[in-house]
């Protein structure tokens, strides 16, 4: 009986372990094959980064010490005494900025990095030359980084590959993590048996012994709870590894992966981040001493941070190097050298969002073209069109109006399209509704530039043009089983007037009667081909802004007056975007629309022109801006939205201003929104120069009075007005033309 129940055990236990050694290495090859497979696969994911556009700095640019600094800052350049020697640093002395410039790769040609000092006078670059006194055109700074689009763990990641590394970097990881690192296979026995007599004494696990293998499992697969069940497995999974991939693969992954510290609630993961915001530099150039500083931080990134403990940082890099002394992969006077530079940082902050309502403009149409997945996890480069400097333009004109009332502004360059700066609300913290590109306001006496570019084209036949005289006289139109009556804004008539004034002036009852002369179908028409909206109906009131747009969609249209009746098909905001290899996946071609006639464009311009000394928009004066340029104002009927619309050459900037819930205002546009485009305008006009408009072919010019706008025998104080060709006023004709408009409305 015993022999029988022995070997009933016997039997029970074989088959018992039979199945615990099958299940064991089920579940062994099973985590085998999933550890291995994760390690092949998890890529490392990295944020998408937006960028602004490029500045090119030449000589007789408005651009002041100060400015400059502003920018260098920004960009992350590093001040130091003397000339500057490193990448992203500068000097100052005197009126004269030396600096060295980054290099720098764009979608279609790379950036190069060199030296250069500027000299200063009267708030302008007075001359730029290299360091031996050659003269230089210019020189072109890197973009500004706008945001970056993570996912949903928010590390920072630019990854690099391990030729890329320096060999400083490497040897400086390994003698302070892992000096056996080559030698053991995952697992370092005599590093575990000193950390397990250690634990022991404490009865805790205080400390690790982990190779560069272990550390990796550690952060690829497991918490960060010391236990020692953890660490068994830490080290089953860490010999998975090295008996599969080679050491190269594990020390490129480990370089990619490791914690470097924080930048406020973004984790710096990896070399490549780590070189870029602590040094503002390509992991390839780093120095020793920098090579020693980031391999010291992997024990403790927070005591060691170069930036809240730079005495810990400090000591902590000098015993690295005396490691890699100690193992001879520096020589002496390396060491000497490295010790005796300072930690040199020079951070660039990882900026989430900066001009808020602009990145989620991009973001939005970039996830029209991309997934979720691609956009915040491969790395890819989104290089926009904003101007980081004529932003900040923006901003610091839009803090000047009245805090009580919400704003938006746009400004648009009219030969390309290109947004360069966007505002879409007073404060994005408490408000992310974009009011630039979603807000629909009616934009009042906006709409009458281009009632009266097509009347100046259209009726020119007949003899029309800024000259003639208009009647502002009451004015009755039946529409319907009803009859219109449109006001002007104070109520009162002016009688005969010249177009020009009523343009400028911005009086209602002429714009009215020109429109109906026009044709309301035509404006109609014009404006849908502008992009102002669609079926919108002809009715009289059209010709007083009576229909609603966006500041964003209005700016687009005002182009037509700097481009000669070409508007761009669309806003851009984005020129291209790279992967992460530089390859570019999105490219936007430039495109236009004749929209409106050339002719009729400029004389819109020419008559705008006086409307600084002479109109609603005669408060630009005072801005100071550079060239020719010329603005309207729009303010509904009831002060529930007021407008600007100013434009050079080179630039157009629109603002809205009002209340969200639509309260009067109480306040002209010329009051509220006309500052804040002026002030912009002259800033940028300051910095970037300005120049005349271009006069298209069939343009004649004469004289017109610069205040009431007349020409022949009734102009006293003469300008240069615009006509085309054959409607052009001589002395003593005006007469005809007031006969003309007379019986067209049967006066």
Not at 54 to 81: A, H, I
Not at 611 to 618: D, I, K, L, M, N
Not at 675 to 696: Q, W
Request: glycine residues 8%; charged residues 20%; neutral net charge.
């Amino acid at each position: 009986m015993k022999k029988k129940t022995k070997k009933r055990l016997y039997i029970i236990s074989s088959i018992t372990a039979s199945v615990l050694f099958v299940a064991a290495a089920v579940y062994g090859y099973s985590l085998y094959e999933s550890v291995t497979a994760r390690f092949i696969s998890r890529g490392f994911p990295s944020p998408s980064v937006v960028y602004s556009c490029t500045l090119y700095l030449k000589s007789g640019m408005g651009v002041s010490e100060d400015m400059l600094v502003n920018k260098l800052e920004r960009l992350g350049y590093q001040e130091t005494p003397g000339m500057p020697f490193t990448f992203g640093s500068y000097s100052i002395s005197g009126n004269t900025v030396s600096l060295y410039t980054r290099g720098f790769k764009m979608p279609a040609y790379n950036i190069s990095p060199t030296t250069a000092v500027l000299q200063f006078s009267n708030h302008s670059i007075s001359e730029i030359t290299a360091n031996d006194g050659t003269t230089m055109n210019g020189i072109e700074l890197e973009p500004e980084q706008l945001a970056v689009f993570f996912g949903d763990d928010f590390k920072m990641r630019m990854p690099v590959n391990l030729p890329s590394i320096p060999d400083n970097l490497i040897n400086a990881v390994i003698t302070t993590e892992d000096a056996r690192f080559f030698e053991h296979g995952a697992i370092d026995l005599s590093s575990i048996f000193r950390a397990m007599l250690a634990d022991l004494s404490s009865m805790s696990i205080k400390q690790g012994g982990s190779t560069i293998t272990q550390q990796l499992v550690k952060t690829l697969f497991l918490s960060n709870r010391r236990t020692f069940r953890r660490k068994i497995v830490e080290a089953v999974m860490a010999l998975m590894i090295a008996h599969r991939f080679t050491k190269a693969q594990i020390l490129n992954a480990y370089l990619n992966d490791v914690y470097l510290g924080q930048d406020g609630h973004v984790n710096i993961t990896g070399m490549g981040a780590a070189a870029r915001y602590y040094f503002s530099s390509p992991i390839e150039r780093l120095t020793l001493s920098q090579c020693a500083m980031l391999a010291g931080m992997i024990a403790s990134p927070n005591r060691f941070s170069p930036i809240s403990s730079p005495a810990e940082a400090f000591r902590r890099r000098n015993y690295v190097l005396s490691r890699m002394k100690d193992y001879n992969v520096i020589t002496n006077e390396e060491y000497i050298k490295a010790m005796a530079e300072p930690l040199g940082v020079a951070v660039t902050h990882i900026t989430v969002k900066s001009a808020p309502y602009f990145v989620d403009y991009v973001a939005d149409q970039l996830e029209l073209k991309f997934s979720k997945e691609l956009l915040t996890g491969q790395g890819l480069r989104i290089f926009t069109t904003i101007d980081m400097d004529a932003q900040l333009m923006a901003e610091k004109a839009m803090a000047e109006a009245p805090r009580r009332l919400e704003g938006a502004m746009v400004v648009i360059q009219p030969q390309t399209g290109y947004v360069l700066a966007m505002i879409g609300g007073r404060d994005y913290a408490k408000s992310q509704f974009n009011r630039a590109v979603l807000s629909q306001r009616q934009i009042g006496s906006c709409v009458k530039p281009f009632i009266y570019m097509l009347a100046f084209d259209d009726l020119a036949k007949k003899g029309f043009s800024q000259a003639t005289e208009i009647d502002d006289a009451p004015l009755k139109i039946k529409t319907g089983t009803t009859e219109w009556e449109p006001h002007n804004y104070d109520d009162k008539f002016r009688g005969y007037m010249s177009a020009r004034y009523a343009l400028q002036h911005s009086i209602n009852v002429p714009a009215v009667k020109v429109a109906m002369e026009t044709g309301l179908e035509n404006i109609s028409q014009e404006l849908e081909t502008l992009g102002l909206g669609t079926d919108i109906p002809a009715f009289p009131s059209i010709a007083l802004g009576s229909i609603s747009t966006s500041p964003l969609d209005l700016c687009l249209a005002y182009t037509i007056f700097s481009n000669n009746g070409y508007e761009p098909l669309e806003p851009i905001s984005i020129k291209a975007v790279t992967d992460m290899h530089n390859n570019i996946v999105l490219k936007t071609d430039l495109g236009f629309n004749p929209a409106a006639p050339a002719q009729g464009c400029y004389i819109v311009d020419n008559v705008l022109l006086g409307s600084e000394t002479e109109g609603t928009a005669r408060g630009l004066r005072k801005f100071d801006i550079q060239g020719e340029y010329a603005g309207k104002t729009g303010t509904t009927n009831d002060f529930r939205d007021t407008w600007f619309a100013g434009y050079t050459p080179d630039v157009v900037a629109v603002d809205w201003m009002g209340y969200d819930n639509s309260l009067r205002i109480g306040e002209p546009s010329s009051a509220v929104a006309l500052p804040v485009v002026g002030k912009f305008l002259g800033l940028y006009t300051r910095m970037y120069g300005g120049r005349a408009f271009d006069s298209p072919s069939g343009i004649k010019f004469a004289c017109v009075d610069k205040y009431t706008g007349l020409a022949g025998d009734k102009a006293t104080d003469c300008v240069q007005g615009a006509f085309i060709a054959g409607t052009e006023p001589e002395k003593g004709a005006v007469k005809s033309i007031i006969d003309w408009f007379r019986h067209l409305f049967n006066k």
